[in-house]
T-cell receptor, first 114, second 111 residues
């Protein structure tokens, strides 16, 4: 069966510090991978998605970036965090080789920028 | 900008009552998903509907995709406290890998 991991679970960082959130998927190959951010109790905002190694599509211009160095690894980064970067970050995967209309989410990372 | 509007935004009901949550858009989607999310956790997929007019049932939950594939509804019969959570709809456009999420409906079922 497939599993998705995110870490860390919670993170408190000062303004201006760098960020690295990691997401890995097990039990599947060539997944489509996604990073979302969620404001408290609201819907999800798509930040980045990737359909293959090194292929990143950005949805929202901001000081965040994403990378996919391996097939099942997706990393969200920032060089200098802003207060507005605080939120709940979710990684998700979807089957990539066949048409799929389903996404499976990781447990999320709660980021607080102080 | 493609939007999926959910209504109501908040809903607090007594155990045993019925309720319906709506997910509406002006855009056509190739599929629509419903998720439930607990505080501090990732959303969990409940169902996917892909055909206009399609109805799916999951125990006390009934999901319907609109005939024109622009809207969907989630009906819960005899709600229980375990149904409490944030309900999210998400739509996928044909030919893309992107999903548009709805604004969310927070449901609280009181015992």
């Amino acid at each position: 069966s497939q599993t998705i991991h995110q870490w860390p679970a919670t993170l408190v960082q000062p303004v201006g510090s760098p960020l690295s959130l990691e997401c890995t998927v097990e039990g599947t190959s060539n997944p489509n991978l996604y990073w979302y951010r969620q404001a408290a109790g609201r819907g999800l905002q798509l930040l980045f998605y990737s359909v293959g190694i090194g292929q990143i599509s950005s949805e929202v211009p901001q000081n965040l970036s994403a990378s996919r160095p391996q097939d099942r690894q997706f990393i969200l980064s920032s060089k200098k965090l802003l207060l507005s970067d605080s939120g709940f970050y979710l990684c998700a995967w979807a089957p990539g080789l066949i048409p799929s209309y389903e996404q499976y989410f990781g447990p999320g990372t709660r980021l607080t920028v102080t | 900008t493609q939007l999926l509007e959910q209504s109501p935004q908040f809903l607090s009901i007594q155990e045993g009552e019925n309720l319906t949550v709506y997910c509406n858009s002006s855009s056509v989607f190739s599929s629509l998903q419903w998720y439930r999310q607990e505080p501090g956790e990732g959303p969990v997929l409940l169902v996917t509907v892909v055909t206009g007019g399609e109805v799916k049932k999951l125990k006390r939950l009934t999901f319907q995709f609109g005939d024109a594939r622009k809207d969907s509804s989630l009906h819960i019969t005899a709600a229980q406290p375990g149904d409490t959570g944030l309900y999210l709809c998400a739509g996928a456009r044909g030919g893309t890998y992107k999903y548009i999420f709805g604004t969310g409906t927070r449901l609280k079922v009181l015992a």
